[in-house]
């Protein structure tokens, strides 16, 4: 079993950055994948970006591309969020999954094993 647990999350100005922050614990060894989603009252949870946890290779949703990047850092990944925007604006969660799958190909909160618990991030206009 893994743990995550985010943290980082808060308020921002458009145009302003955040990094969040996604602890992983537990059976670290058995990630395979992990991702970032967000959701936003009254929406679905949404994907934002992965990156597989052995090599490093991200892909991110077009409505972030550009922006956010993804990274880790032994057991712990990132999200450096730049220009924001009010439309940013959500809960912030990380995900993890055991099993190996192409990472272009996971974009729905079902897809994932573990999840954190949330972090909240408001961009002002």
């Known amino acids: 079993q893994v743990q995550l647990a985010e943290s980082g999350g808060g308020l921002a100005q458009a145009g302003g950055s955040l990094r969040l922050s996604c602890a992983a614990s537990?059976?670290?060894?058995?990630?395979?994948?992990m991702g970032w989603y967000r959701q936003a009252p009254g929406k679905q949870r949404e994907f934002v970006g992965n990156?597989?946890?052995?090599?490093?290779q991200t892909v991110y949703a077009d409505s972030v591309k550009g922006r956010f990047t993804i990274s880790r850092e032994n057991a712990e990944m990132f999200l450096q969020m730049n220009d924001l925007k009010p439309a940013d604006t959500a809960v912030y969660y990380c995900?993890?999954?055991?099993?190996?799958?192409?990472?272009?190909?996971?974009?729905?909160?079902?897809?994932?094993?573990?999840w954190g618990q949330g972090t909240q991030v408001t961009v002002s206009s």
């Open positions: 537990g059976s670290i060894f058995s990630i395979n994948v």
């Open positions: 990156i597989r946890w052995g090599t490093g």
């Open positions: 995900a993890g999954l055991r099993r190996f799958r192409p990472i272009g190909s996971l974009k729905v909160p079902e897809d994932f094993d573990w």
